[in-house]
C-alpha cells in the first residue's frame, strides 16, 4: 500500500532517480531545449525544500515511487489581484509504477494542502507533449490558464 509522507534527507537519491526519468522524457520530447544534466535537483536545492516541508514522496514498503515538490507564491500588485497560491514545481512517479494511481495519491494530498492552508489557487505548467499529465490534471479540473507560444522559424 503507498502512504504520502513529508520527504526526509534519506530520501535524495530516490527522488534525484525518478526526477532524472521525467527529465529523460523531456529532453526526448524537446531536446532542442531541455539538456542531459546531473544532477537534476541538486541537494542543496532540495535540502532547501525540505526545510519549508515542501516535498512529499509516495512510499511503498519503504521505497520512494513519486514526489511532488511545491512553492508557494505570493501574488500582488499592479493589475492583479492579491492572491496566495500553491505553485506545483515537479510532479513525478517512477516509470514502472506509473498508471496506478500514484499520481492521483499526491495530488489528492496537495488538494488537501491547499486547502488546509486556504490558498487561493493551485497552478502548475505540464509540457504540451506530456499527453497523460495533462489528461490527469484535466480529470481534476484544472483549465488553463496561459499558453504560452514559440516561433521556431528562426
Not at 501574488?75 to 496566495?84: C, D, F, L, V, Y
Not at 500553491?86 to 492521483?104: C, F, K, N, P
Not at 486556504?118 to 489528461?135: S, T
Request: charge should be negative; include cysteine.
Amino acid at each position: 500500500m503507498v502512504t504520502i509522507r513529508l520527504a526526509m534527507e534519506s530520501d535524495y537519491a530516490s527522488v534525484e532517480r525518478i526526477m532524472k526519468q521525467v527529465h529523460a522524457l523531456h529532453v526526448g520530447w524537446r531536446p532542442d531545449i531541455y539538456k542531459d544534466m546531473d544532477p537534476i535537483l541538486p541537494k542543496d536545492m532540495y535540502l532547501e525544500h525540505l526545510e519549508r516541508q515542501q516535498v512529499l514522496v509516495a512510499d511503498l514498503a519503504g521505497e520512494v515511487v513519486g514526489l511532488v515538490i511545491w512553492l508557494e507564491r505570493h501574488i500582488s500588485g499592479g493589475p492583479m489581484q492579491e492572491r496566495k497560491v500553491l505553485y506545483v514545481d515537479s510532479m513525478a512517479v517512477e516509470e514502472r509504477y506509473r498508471g496506478q494511481g500514484i499520481g492521483h495519491k499526491l495530488f489528492d494530498c496537495v488538494l488537501g494542502l491547499c486547502r488546509e492552508r486556504e490558498y487561493d489557487g493551485l497552478e502548475l505548467q505540464v509540457n504540451a507533449r506530456n499527453a497523460a499529465a495533462r489528461a490527469m490534471y484535466e480529470k481534476y479540473g484544472f483549465t488553463e490558464k496561459s499558453v504560452n507560444m514559440e516561433f521556431l522559424g528562426l
